[in-house]
């Protein structure tokens, strides 16, 4: 079994120049799981910060099929980049509660605060680590070995010792780790099978071995 780095990356301090920004934002606003946050195509007028929920960000081809690059979470920014137009559809994945920053606002820090710049080009590149990785997996990893990635940096991002609920959907899961619903089903039975994690419910899961450093246990491919 082919194991890679699965620390998660660790995007700059929450107290930071550009966290900031909003705490004089007291307008808050709330979406109901699946509905759109941010749509392709429309102006990119503004920065968000999560403030609870999880958001799926992705991409969906001509032929209509559609690519998952992140879930992003509480605490986390969407919207962080130089375009004038998204490139990207973000919709809710469960009930989300979002903060906004009008870009014109965030464009005016930038020409006066040198932290916010730094702080702004690192969120870029940690977003771009993380889609660098994302792709390593899908090409050079069997499916129980992206699922178990995936899960156990779920994990971590909600810092929980125990039982971690999915916001998520198998189907969202499988969009985002390049595979079947079937295959993550599949799966997610071959990491019980062999003690990696326990299921309570097809949703609610939990992390039983650090198998990155702990163990290298051989599992079964499962095609994709």
């Known amino acids: 079994m082919k194991i890679f780095d699965q620390t998660p990356i660790q995007p700059p301090p929450k107290k930071s120049a550009l ?3 909003f705490e004089s934002v007291l307008f808050q606003k709330s979406y109901q799981p699946d509905s759109t946050v941010l749509l392709h195509g429309h102006p990119a007028d503004a920065v968000y910060l999560i403030v609870s929920g999880t958001v799926r960000c992705c991409t969906i081809s ?15 920014f969407l919207g962080i980049s130089d375009i004038d137009r998204w490139h990207f559809t973000a919709e ?4 989300v509660i979002l903060k906004s920053v009008p870009r014109r606002t965030v464009e005016q820090a930038l020409a006066v605060n040198v932290a916010l710049r730094q702080e702004l ?16 997996s899908i090409v050079t990893s069997k499916a129980p070995e992206r699922l178990l990635g995936f899960l156990r940096d779920f994990a971590a ?5 125990g039982y971690v609920v999915l916001p998520m959907s198998r189907r969202d899961i499988a969009d985002h780790l390049g595979m079947s619903v079937e295959t993550v089903s599949r799966a997610f039975g071959t990491l019980k099978s062999k003690g990696l994690i326990d299921l309570q419910t097809s949703e609610k899961y939990c992390i039983i071995a ?3 450093r702990a163990q290298k246990p051989k599992l079964r491919a499962v095609p994709a």
């Not at 870029?124 to 792709?135: G, H, I, N, P």
């Open 121 to 136: 080009r690192a969120h870029m590149a940690c977003q771009l680590q993380c889609r660098e990785q994302q792709l390593l």
């Open 92 to 95: 809710a994945a469960d009930h």
């Open 157 to 161: 991002s909600r810092r929980a010792d």
């Open 62 to 76: 001509a032929h209509g099929c559609r690519q998952i690059f992140r879930f992003a979470t509480k605490g986390q």
């Open 210 to 212: 650090d198998t990155g």
């Open 19 to 21: 966290m900031s920004l």
